[in-house]
């Protein structure tokens, strides 16, 4: 099998209700907005793969550095030869800027349909099923917070991640201790500060005392995580909080490439590694991270809020863990639906009874819509 061509296309669909996201501050998302790559074949076979933008202009950007730039190197290429494709993408995209990993994604996509087996058993992974926790996307509230958490359990969740993003870290300590009030010892609750990183100035900052201040706020509460408390490379006040608090600390969602990983698995920064395969590095960065944690004692659970295909290279990685013990599913689903999600898919990711079937249709296990495909997506 020959890599013979790209296709790329800007995807845009509306969402039923503005979106908050707690790490945008002031910013209000009306839709679900990704560029979309396939790969093409000598065989007719497809991989296909997309990243989130915030524009048609940003996604013409993605397509200048994944398929004009580095996708030239690739023609004639086959796609099993992943570490001269690595190679050729890590050098690309450090030139570049940006983050070309979706064409990773892809060419796996291709291979395991070429293999005929969904990407977790083409990897030699067994779990079929993972448990699912409910990802709200807005800042956390004690008076909206509950009401919430106990849909979410009504849905079937049986775990719910709150955003700590208020501008007095105190008033997110009352939320938790409302959702806990409220789900009592139904449900595990995990934290996300959003502190890794920031695409808007307007949103609170904290230091290392106020995040150990707010851990030491939620010790008592059974909390089962506390993610991205500091920035992303503040490498030695992650260590100190985790030294300093028995609340276990996760992040990693968009550190870059295995250099950063490896030095906060050497400064044993976390306790919980969240490598998205499609924001640190691709697919081999997430399960090497996934690998070296392990042997590490650490855990690997991924960063999935992106769409639909970034979910389904997400799902299949963790499933291809041994002990992966759980996953993030986005859930706010008055705006940031799974069918907005997934808008691109046949068919939407659903957990049953907290948990997710991962599909068992090779590659990624899932297939593009042509219909929302022919709406809502521009071929560019």
Same mark, same amino acid.
């Given at each position: 099998?020959?890599?013979?061509?790209?296709?790329?296309?800007?995807?845009?669909?509306?969402?039923?209700?503005?979106?908050?996201?707690?790490?945008?501050?002031?910013?209000?998302?009306?839709?679900?907005?990704?560029?979309?790559?396939?790969?093409?074949?000598?065989?007719?076979?497809?991989?296909?793969?997309?990243?989130?933008?915030?524009?048609?202009?940003?996604?013409? /950007? @993605?397509?200048?550095?994944?398929? *004009? !730039?580095?996708?030239? +190197?690739?023609? =004639?290429?086959?796609?099993? $030869?992943?570490?001269?494709?690595?190679?050729?993408?890590?050098?690309?995209?450090?030139?570049?800027?940006?983050?070309?990993?979706?064409?990773?994604?892809?060419?796996?996509?291709?291979?395991?349909?070429?293999?005929?087996?969904?990407?977790?058993?083409?990897?030699?992974?067994?779990?079929?099923?993972?448990?699912?926790?409910?990802?709200?996307?807005?800042?956390?509230?004690?008076?909206?917070?509950?009401?919430?958490?106990?849909?979410?359990?009504?849905?079937?969740?049986?775990?719910?991640?709150?955003?700590?993003?208020?501008?007095?870290?105190?008033?997110?300590?009352?939320?938790?201790?409302?959702?806990?009030?409220?789900?009592?010892?139904?449900?595990?609750?995990?934290?996300?500060?959003?502190?890794?990183?920031?695409?808007?100035? /307007? @949103?609170?900052?904290?230091?290392? *005392? !106020?995040?150990?201040? +707010?851990?030491? =706020?939620?010790?008592?509460? $059974?909390?089962?995580?506390?993610?991205?408390?500091?920035?992303?490379?503040?490498?030695?006040?992650?260590?100190?909080?985790?030294?300093?608090?028995?609340?276990?600390?996760?992040?990693?969602?968009?550190?870059?490439?295995?250099?950063?990983?490896?030095?906060?698995?050497?400064?044993?920064?976390?306790?919980?590694?969240?490598?998205?395969?499609?924001?640190?590095?691709?697919?081999?960065?997430?399960?090497?991270?996934?690998?070296?944690?392990?042997?590490?004692?650490?855990?690997?659970?991924?960063?999935?809020?992106?769409?639909?295909?970034?979910?389904?290279?997400?799902?299949?990685?963790?499933?291809?863990?041994?002990?992966?013990?759980?996953?993030?599913?986005?859930?706010?689903?008055?705006?940031?639906?799974?069918?907005?999600?997934?808008?691109?898919?046949?068919?939407?990711?659903?957990?049953?009874?907290?948990?997710?079937?991962?599909?068992?249709?090779?590659?990624?296990?899932?297939?593009?819509?042509?219909?929302?495909?022919?709406?809502?997506?521009?071929?560019?």
């Amino acid at each position: 099998m020959r890599i013979t061509g790209f296709e790329a296309y800007f995807f845009e669909y509306p969402l039923e209700r503005e979106f908050h996201p707690a790490w945008i501050p002031g910013h209000a998302q009306t839709a679900n907005r990704c560029v979309i790559l396939k790969i093409l074949s000598d065989t007719g076979i497809e991989g296909v793969a997309a990243a989130s933008v915030f524009s048609e202009e940003q996604a013409r /950007l @993605g397509k200048f550095i994944a398929v *004009d !730039t580095i996708g030239r +190197f690739f023609i =004639g290429m086959d796609p099993a $030869d992943t570490e001269v494709l690595n190679r050729i993408m890590n050098l690309y995209g450090f030139m570049l800027g940006g983050r070309p990993w979706l064409l990773e994604v892809a060419l796996w996509d291709m291979l395991g349909k070429a293999a005929n087996k969904p990407l977790y058993k083409l990897w030699g992974g067994t779990a079929s099923r993972i448990e699912a926790y409910a990802s709200t996307g807005e800042t956390a509230t004690p008076q909206r917070s509950p009401e919430k958490a106990l849909a979410a359990r009504e849905a079937g969740f049986r775990a719910v991640k709150l955003r700590a993003h208020s501008f007095d870290h105190r008033e997110d300590v009352r939320a938790v201790e409302a959702v806990r009030s409220a789900v009592g010892d139904s449900m595990k609750i995990l934290i996300d500060a959003n502190q890794g990183w920031t695409l808007s100035p /307007l @949103g609170p900052r904290w230091d290392f *005392d !106020t995040a150990l201040d +707010f851990a030491r =706020g939620i010790a008592d509460l $059974d909390i089962y995580w506390l993610e991205e408390p500091l920035d992303r490379f503040d490498f030695n006040g992650l260590r100190r909080l985790r030294d300093s608090t028995s609340v276990r600390i996760a992040g990693g969602e968009l550190n870059q490439g295995i250099h950063e990983f490896q030095v906060l698995l050497e400064k044993d920064c976390l306790d919980v590694y969240q490598p998205d395969a499609t924001l640190a590095g691709g697919v081999t960065v997430a399960r090497k991270v996934a690998e070296l944690a392990r042997a590490q004692g650490r855990e690997f659970s991924p960063h999935t809020w992106t769409n639909g295909l970034g979910f389904a290279i997400n799902l299949q990685i963790a499933a291809s863990i041994p002990d992966c013990p759980i996953i993030e599913f986005p859930y706010e689903p008055e705006s940031w639906s799974p069918q907005a999600r997934d808008a691109m898919l046949t068919e939407p990711f659903i957990p049953r009874n907290g948990y997710l079937d991962v599909p068992e249709k090779p590659g990624l296990g899932v297939e593009l819509s042509p219909e929302a495909m022919s709406r809502y997506a521009k071929k560019i």
